[in-house]
């Protein structure tokens, strides 16, 4: 049989439904939507190319529509070529019927096409192969059957060589029973989804690991039990992480025996019939749950949960790496980076508007060596002679004391120049992995190492997108478990997320850098580095159509790239906006309708508010291209990014000691998970607000709340020194109790840690506190515990419960908690 392809996609003849079908279902939208966008993207065309481009052509589809068509697309198609695969393996052996065949081609999963493989897959010999070549499988017909001869006196007639006895007999034909239970693709299925479907998972802790240090960052599992339905994402990969750690020995729990035997039984024809074979039957039921369907679809239980946890988990972290990359920035402004550090120094490094470094020092103003006022100098020459606007100060070690070096020096700077520069807290997330890696030493070779940092500092404040796009997204610390999940999908779903972020807001060809460029759409590592060398050999870009000059940058390339790439001066003002080149002639003919020259009818909102898409739309262009094309030149090269706000931080609230119950409070928040989100309030350690603590109404995620990177206001619920935990709430109207929705928070280092416990006066049924724990840089972690109710319940709308891992180093600790800095 052959595969034959109609457009991209296996066709009803090999594959059954076709894809296009399946994925518009799915998607609900119409199948001439996706057919038309499935034929894009065997083209060769990207996803940013398509939806801001071809609107007309996929019907508006946006990029998250784009994104999980093209994840779809790739899913079925590998479906259909293992159909294929399957058929023809199956025809082969002379038993592929009909009816058969139709089963094959209606699968929907790669999970119940291998359930119907299982039985004519070349496997090894198996007890169940040596019995039929000896010869009974005519005694099992006659023990399934209704049968009056006692099963010993039947098996004695077929005793043969390697069946020595009756005994022997029996259980060889027990074997070829219980081969057909496990390889029955429907009973196999119906059984996996019933296992899922009721059962749960247990946790218990290993003897002997019970009052380790390791193990109390799982506590809360010690005597757990939730079924598999109700276990969030994160209570999964915590549950998982703790057996890998021989710390929590895991049960799962499918039900009573007693259903999936009986499900066995019927679909076997193995039900009691009061006859002489009914124990021999019973055995076979028993054997084939215990020893075969129970254990092979325990395994494919804890898969689904598995991926089920990577898929949310790894969604979490692209919603906050997106919020990341598109937070406000300050713009093209001088700015001095401070990467704090205590004993080895506050590294600083000052970059003009561009981004280009103009100087860098490293000072001692914090202990041990307190040269203070030294420090306060250095600083204030360096902002007076590069007239620096913004101090960007990392979140780090000793980052408030740095913070208020700061505004020291700011002071000074205005009573000397009388212009003052703005100290802003930035999180640094990422940037010691900038410093060590072969981009930062190619950039800056005859650099420090820990001088580099402070310059990704200063740079991420001008702008984000433009600098985090230099280190690899997995290592800018906004995942939840992010070191515990599947890191192919994860790498392939930030990579996707860094894709759109960088095409949403456009790149300026004659500044952005080579790991900037890299990510607009159609153009390669290589094209970027090409982009970057001609620009350096041949001056700045004057013309897009300069694009085409560029070694190994073709027509496709230009067709992809050239609508994200910004030519600001440019000969032709188009080239500055997000107007491709093929809508040129659209542009002259609006131009040529209203008598107003493009420099003139650009920012013109007047006439171009008169103006109808519909008038100026034919076969070419579509009214949403010229709709599109209207918006841009009433506001051409918008940023799609918000403006740029710093939390104000409260003076003298410096470190966890200083706060106190009902304090309100201005602060960032660092990173949003399943359970709530983190606030940086400025004491160095990061406050829990918890889910249940967001909002007066039900909150099912989140980020329908908050996002990464936003100034939000909270009020301090519960603070405990000791621990150094922090309980905030976003309702400012709840008062502090004795139940509090806390943050545990690790001592020591740049490592910030999260624990929980219930929210305060939580307003939001069947939540539980949940938390993380994380180690600081040479401190030690404490454990993130879950408030209880006595018994550590679940109410019926189900609840959030993880535990925080304590730990040693940074690093180790951010691993376990899954918070990577």
Not at 383 to 402: F, I, K, P, Q, Y
Not at 638 to 659: H, M, N, Q
């Amino acid at each position: 049989m052959t595969v034959r392809e109609n457009n991209g996609q296996l066709t009803a003849a090999t594959a059954g439904t076709p894809v296009t079908e399946v994925i518009a279902r799915e998607l609900g939208v119409a199948e001439t939507q996706v057919a038309s966008t499935v034929a894009l993207l065997d083209e060769g065309n990207t996803v940013p190319f398509i939806a801001r481009y071809r609107k007309e052509v996929t019907g508006g589809l946006d990029d998250a529509q784009l994104r999980t068509l093209e994840t779809r697309l790739t899913y079925l198609r590998e479906l259909g070529a293992r159909k294929a695969v399957v058929l023809a393996a199956v025809e082969e052996q002379g038993k592929l019927t009909e009816e058969l065949r139709g089963r094959i081609l209606a699968c929907e999963t790669k999970a119940r096409l291998e359930d119907l493989y299982l039985p004519f897959k070349s496997t090894r010999r198996t007890r169940a192969t040596v019995a039929r070549e000896a010869g009974l499988e005519p005694l099992v017909e006659s023990l399934l059957s209704d049968c009056t001869t006692d099963p010993a006196e039947l098996a004695a007639s077929y005793v043969t060589e390697g069946f020595a006895d009756p005994k022997a007999v029996l259980t060889g034909a027990r074997a070829i029973v219980l081969e057909e239970i496990s390889t029955d693709a429907d009973l196999v299925g119906e059984v996996r989804e019933r296992f899922y479907t009721t059962g749960s998972m247990s946790a218990g802790v290993v003897e002997g690991r019970e009052t380790s240090k390791e193990a109390q960052k799982y506590r809360d599992y010690f005597e757990f039990s939730e079924p598999f339905t109700d276990l969030p994402s994160h209570r999964v990969l915590a549950l998982l992480r703790g057996e890998n750690e021989g710390i929590l020995q895991l049960t799962l729990d499918p039900g009573e025996d007693a259903v999936y035997q009986s499900m066995i039984a019927s679909a076997r024809g193995l039900e009691p019939r009061g006859d002489a074979a009914d124990r021999f039957r019973a055995e076979c039921v028993r054997f084939g749950w215990r020893t075969r369907l129970q254990v092979s679809t325990g395994v494919d239980v804890r898969m689904r949960l598995k991926e089920r946890a990577d898929a949310a988990a790894v969604d979490v972290f692209a919603r906050n790496l997106r919020d990341l990359l598109l937070a406000a920035p300050a713009g093209q402004r001088a700015t001095l980076g401070l990467d704090p550090g205590y004993a080895h120094g506050v590294k600083c490094a000052v970059v003009d508007p561009t981004g280009k470094v103009l100087d860098t020092v490293v000072i001692y103003p914090h202990e041990p060596r307190n040269r203070w006022e030294e420090s306060v100098g250095a600083l204030a020459r360096l902002c007076a002679a590069h007239r620096v606007d913004l101090m960007a100060v990392g979140n780090g070690t000793a980052s408030r004391e740095t913070e208020k070096l700061a505004r020291e020096t700011a002071e000074k700077v205005l009573a000397a120049t009388g212009h003052r520069p703005t100290p802003v807290v930035v999180s640094e997330a990422g940037a010691s992995v900038y410093s060590a890696s072969e981009l930062a030493a190619e950039e800056f070779p005859d650099m420090d190492v820990a001088l580099r940092g402070a310059v990704s500092i200063a740079r991420r404040l001008q702008d984000p997108l433009a600098e985090l796009v230099k280190i690899d997204p997995r290592s800018i610390g906004v995942g939840q478990y992010q070191h515990d999940v599947n890191q192919a999908m994860l790498a392939e779903s930030l990579d996707s997320v860094v894709e759109d972020a960088v095409n949403s807001v456009g790149v300026d060809v004659n500044t952005a850098s080579a790991p900037l460029l890299r990510r607009v759409a159609g153009v390669s590592p290589t094209l970027a580095e090409n982009i970057v060398r001609h620009r350096e050999t041949h001056g700045a870009f004057i013309s897009r159509r300069q694009l085409l000059d560029v070694a190994r940058l073709g027509p496709k390339a230009f067709q992809q790239c050239a609508g994200f790439l910004r030519i600001h001066g440019a000969e032709d003002p188009l080239d500055a906006s997000a107007v491709h080149p093929e809508a040129y002639p659209l542009v002259r003919r609006i131009t040529s309708t209203t008598g107003v020259e493009v420099t003139d009818l650009i920012g013109n909102s007047r006439v171009l508010s008169s103006l109808r898409p519909e008038d100026f739309a034919d076969e070419t262009f579509g009214v949403p291209t010229v709709t599109d094309v209207l918006a841009e030149l009433d506001k051409p090269g918008r940023d799609p990014r918000p403006e740029f706000r710093t939390a104000t931080l409260a003076e003298g609230i410096e470190k966890v000691s200083d706060l106190v119950p009902g304090m309100i409070l201005e602060g960032t928040v660092t990173n949003v998970a399943a359970f709530g989100a983190f606030v940086d309030v400025g004491v160095h350690q990061d406050g829990l607000v918890h889910v249940s603590a967001m909002s007066d109404r039900f909150v099912r995620d989140p980020h329908e709340v908050v996002h990464s990177g936003q100034v939000v206001k909270v009020k301090v619920m519960d603070v405990d020194v000791e621990r150094q935990r922090i309980g905030l709430s976003l309702r400012l109207n709840d008062e502090p109790g004795p139940v509090g929705a806390s943050a545990g928070v690790s001592a020591g280092g740049r490592g910030r840690g999260h624990g929980g416990k219930s929210a305060p006066g939580s307003r939001q049924r069947g939540e539980r506190g949940a938390g993380h724990g994380s180690g600081g840089r040479g401190g030690n972690g404490n454990n993130g515990r879950k408030g209880r109710d006595g018994r550590g319940g679940r109410d019926s709308r189900g609840g959030d419960r993880t535990g925080g891992p304590a730990a040693g180093s940074m690093a180790e600790a951010l691993r376990r908690a899954g918070f990577g800095r």
